[in-house]
T-cell receptor, first 114, second 117 residues
Framework: GQSLEQPSEVTAVEGAIVQINCTYQ??????LSWYQQHDGGAPTFLSY????GLEETGRFSSFLSRSDSYGYLLLQELQMKDSASYFC???????????????FGTGTRLQVTL | GAGVSQTPSNKVTEKGKYVELRCDPI?????LYWYRQSLGQGPEFLIY????????DSGLPNDRFFAVRPEGSVSTLKIQRTERGDSAVYLC???????????????FGPGTRLTVL
């Protein structure tokens, strides 16, 4: 089976940098994804790491260490609109093609304050 | 183009009733997924389709849950004899099927909020 751990809540001020950690224990691992979800909204894709290292996409970066079963999402220049829940998700080894299920963590609720 | 759509957005039913939830994926996406999300939790995998066939249904909690995708596009999640514990947001997602070297992100719909009284 799969299990993922994330902090339940994080608070940061506008303009700051925040890091959301994720550790996982899995029976099969193909990559780590990050999703953002505003209250009442759909999860939206932020980033994906299949290999060790840092992936940068604008204000958001994601890191993966496969040997440590650990990753993090880094949000820079925080804005009020970044207040949302953030989920890490392990991607299972695909059965066919590249489609495979995701196992999500319980999510980290980020509150950005003035 | 349009994103993933789900209908209805809200469904209230009584314990023991049958419900159907519909998902319309992004055009051209061959992979379709159903997840269930309870309050304060992450989405929980139920089933996924590659084309018309269920490639992985290991997340369906019991035989009251069933899903179909007869023409490889629209999918319907069917729940028989609903129970109060089935109350949750049911999310649908779709992704392209690509080659082994590429990653195809999952695009989620807005969900159907199911309430079983």
């Amino acid at each position: 089976g799969q299990s993922l751990e994330q902090p339940s809540e994080v608070t940061a001020v506008e303009g700051a940098i925040v890091q959301i950690n994720c550790t996982y224990q899995t029976s099969g691992f193909y990559g780590l994804s990050w999703y953002q979800q505003h209250d009442g909204g759909a999860p939206t894709f932020l980033s994906y790491n299949a290999l060790d290292g840092l992936e940068e996409t604008g204000r958001f970066s994601s890191f993966l260490s496969r040997s440590d079963s650990y990753g993090y999402l880094l949000l820079q220049e925080l804005q009020m609109k970044d207040s949302a829940s953030y989920f890490c998700a392990v991607r299972d080894i695909p059965i066919t093609g590249t489609a495979s299920k995701l196992t999500f963590g319980t999510g980290t609720r980020l509150q950005v304050t003035l | 183009g349009a994103g993933v759509s789900q209908t209805p957005s809200n469904k209230v039913t009584e314990k023991g009733k049958y419900v159907e939830l519909r998902c319309d994926p992004i055009s051209g996406h061959t992979a379709l997924y159903w997840y269930r999300q309870s309050l304060g939790q992450g989405p929980e995998f139920l089933i996924y389709f590659q084309g018309t066939g269920a490639a992985d249904d290991s997340g369906l909690p019991n035989d009251r849950f069933f899903a179909v995708r007869p023409e490889g596009s629209v999918s319907t999640l069917k729940i028989q004899r609903t129970e109060r514990g089935d109350s949750a947001v049911y999310l649908c997602a779709s992704s392209l099927k690509g080659d082994q070297s590429s990653y195809n992100e999952q695009f989620f719909g807005p969900g159907t909020r199911l309430t079983v009284l």
